[in-house]
């Protein structure tokens, strides 16, 4: 099976940087995937880590270590917008039918 | 706009009734998704359809059932539902099959369902 851990919730004002993490105990997966979650709305993807590393997207960056069993999302320049649902998840290497998501990191932007 | 929609956006039913929620996706994918979420619960996948063909159905009570009569169109019949049931319920597609390109999934903006 697949469990993705993340935090429930994360205050940041505009314009600060946050990282909202995602630690996983997996049987084996093709890569980890963001989606952002505005309320009232459809999940949305953000980014993908087939590999070890970092991937930069304009302002969103997520990064991926498996052998730390560890990943994050990273948002720079942060604005009014950026409040939403954060998800990471990840696709089952033994069964390509099944995704597994984490619950979720609300993030509020204050002023 | 993720090229998957979804109606009715909202629906109240009674336990006793009988409703259809449909999903249409418009971006030639393969596989479509049913997923239920709840508050504060990661999202649980339901049911999965790969070139129409029931692939998956993760243990779902049996008073949801799946349909989907083509690629384009996926629906869930719903039938003396729980209060428990009240959730959103998201429709999903991807390009279906294996392979890195193929993990994103296109989310609707889901139907709120309330079971009285």
């Known amino acids: 099976g697949q469990s993705l851990e993340q935090p429930s919730e994360v205050t940041a004002v505009e314009g600060a940087i946050v990282q909202i993490n995602c630690t996983y105990q997996t049987s084996g997966f093709y890569g980890l995937s963001w989606y952002q979650q505005h309320d009232g709305g459809a999940p949305t993807f953000l980014s993908y880590n087939g590999l070890d590393g970092l991937e930069e997207t304009g302002r969103f960056s997520s990064f991926l270590s498996r052998s730390d069993s560890y990943g994050y999302l990273l948002l720079q320049e942060l604005q009014m917008k950026d409040s939403a649902s954060y998800f990471c998840?990840?696709?089952?290497?033994?069964?390509?039918?099944?995704?597994?998501f984490g619950s979720g990191t609300k993030l509020n932007v204050k002023p | 706009e993720t090229g998957v929609t979804q109606t009715p956006r909202h629906l109240v039913m009674g336990m006793t009734n009988k409703k259809s929620l449909k999903c249409e996706q418009h971006l030639g994918h393969n596989a479509m998704y049913w997923y239920k979420q709840s508050a504060k619960k990661p999202l649980e996948l339901m049911f999965v359809y790969s070139l129409e063909e029931r692939v998956e159905n993760n243990s779902v009570p049996s008073r949801f059932s799946p349909e989907c009569p083509n690629s384009s169109h996926l629906f869930l019949h719903l039938h003396t539902l729980q209060p428990e049931d009240s959730a959103l319920y998201l429709c999903?597609?991807?390009?279906?099959?294996?392979?890195?390109?193929?993990?994103?999934?296109?989310f609707g903006p889901g139907t709120r369902l309330t079971v009285l």
């Open positions: 998840a990840v696709r089952d290497l033994n069964n390509f039918n099944k995704f597994y």
């Open positions: 999903a597609s991807s390009p279906g099959g294996r392979g890195v390109s193929t993990d994103t999934q296109y």
